[in-house]
Each structure stands twice: as C-alpha cells, then as structure tokens.
C-alpha cells in the first residue's frame, strides 16, 4: 500500500490557470509538508499542517494556498499560475511536528506551465 | 543562503567499494541530521539519521558520521552495490522547532560493475 501519494503525478497547463495538487497519507501521521523542487535541484519546505493547522508559512506567493481537510489529506492550490511555478511538488508526513522525527515522501508531481 | 551544502554533484564507484557522500552545514542550530535516497520519479526514502548527541549511526551497509565542530557529516556506504545508484540528499533540522528539513542539492552516486 502506498504510504504517501499524490495525484496527478504529472500536471502541463498553460499560465493563468488555476491548478490543484491532492495529497493522502494512509500512515496515521498527524503533520503533512508541501515541498518543492525547482530546476536548480533544491528542495525546499513550502507549508506544514499539524492535525488540519498551518504550523510553517515560508516565503511562498500568496497564489499558493494549501487546504488541510482533514489530518490524512493536505492539497495545494495554485491561483494565476506562471512560467517560474514549473518545478516537482513533494508532499511529506511524519508523526510529528517537530523533534526528530522521520518525514515520508510521497512520489511527487511535475508541474509544466506553458 | 545554502545552509545545507553537498559540494559533489556525481560520484561513480565501483561496485564492491565504499561510497562516501559528504555534506556541510552553516547553521549551528541544527541538532538532527537525515540522509534521504532518490531514484528518478519517484519521492526522496528516508534511509538513516544521526542526532547531535552522537557522532555515529550504523545501519546495515550505512553508516553516517557527525563532526559538529566541523558541521559536517558523511554518509558511508560499504559495500556497494549497483541498486545504490541514486541521488543522495543530506537534510537538517532544529529539533526546537516546527519540523522543517532543509536540504542540499544532492550528489548523484553511480555504482558500477
């Protein structure tokens, strides 16, 4: 059973659109993270939830709003989507929200805008 | 500001030798390091992690060092194997904190016959 997924796993749209990204874990974790992966290779944490609440906010534009409905699922929204949008989004849970604690990736999601 | 820094894109060793991918970090709040495998498509795999309070952590084949006053860690992998071949991402965290990794950029390790 897959223990982190995402759905679509490939996404190609044009700008200006409004794209969304699902994540589900089935690990019973309570904190799930967005990362993104850019052309550059870097790995960086976009959002977290901790049991459906924003716990970490970097820098990300506001066309960007993730949306925990409950604590198994963390979808991201992309509003007026643009060309420096293109990279891989990684969706993430672990146990807990800080501490050292081990966070599972799901496969991830190749967003192309055109 | 790269806190996290893997200087070796690509390493190639043989299969039967030791791998050894290092990284470098610059901040001294980090107390909890991980090691995540990649292979192409598919999401980083968590695969071995040290806290601060250690400067060792076996498992299997893998074995990471922690040299704090350096900031810097290594990952070794002995033997290796050609199912080793992958990209390797070093990623730290402060333990006080809400629980964000930051990573470096990764090396690409390729293990040959």
């Known amino acids: 059973d897959t223990a982190v997924s995402q759905t679509p796993k490939y996404l190609v749209t044009q700008m200006g659109n409004d794209k969304s990204i699902k994540c589900e874990q089935n690990?019973?974790?309570?904190?799930m993270y967005w990362y993104k992966q850019d052309s550059k290779k870097f790995l960086k944490i976009m959002f977290s939830?901790?049991?459906?609440?924003?716990?970490i906010n970097e820098t990300v534009p506001n066309r960007f709003s993730p949306k925990s409905p409950d604590k198994a699922h963390l979808n991201l929204h992309i509003n007026s989507l643009e060309l420096g949008d293109s990279a891989v989004y990684f969706c993430?849970?672990?146990?807990?929200?800080?501490?050292?604690?081990?966070?599972?990736f799901g496969p991830g999601t190749r967003l192309t805008v055109l | 500001d790269q806190q996290v820094k893997q200087n070796s894109p690509s390493l190639s060793v043989q299969e039967g030798r030791i791998s050894i991918l290092n990284c470098d970090y610059t901040?001294?709040?980090?107390?909890?390091f991980l090691w995540y495998k990649k292979y192409p498509a598919e999401g980083p795999t968590f695969l071995i992690s040290?806290?601060?309070?250690?400067d060792k952590n076996e498992d299997g084949r893998f074995t990471v060092f922690l040299n704090k006053s350096a900031k810097h860690l290594s990952l070794h992998i002995v033997p290796s194997q050609p199912g080793d071949s992958a990209v390797y991402f070093c990623?730290?965290?402060?333990?006080?904190?809400?629980?964000?990794?930051?990573f470096g950029t990764g090396t690409r390790l390729q293990v040959t016959l």
């Open positions: 939830y901790n049991n459906k609440e924003l716990i």
């Open positions: 993430a849970s672990s146990q807990l929200p800080a501490g050292g604690d081990t966070q599972y």
């Open positions: 040290i806290s601060s309070i250690k």
């Open positions: 690990l019973g974790h309570d904190t």
């Open positions: 990623a730290a965290k402060n333990t006080g904190t809400a629980s964000k990794l930051t």
């Open positions: 901040n001294s709040m980090f107390d909890y």
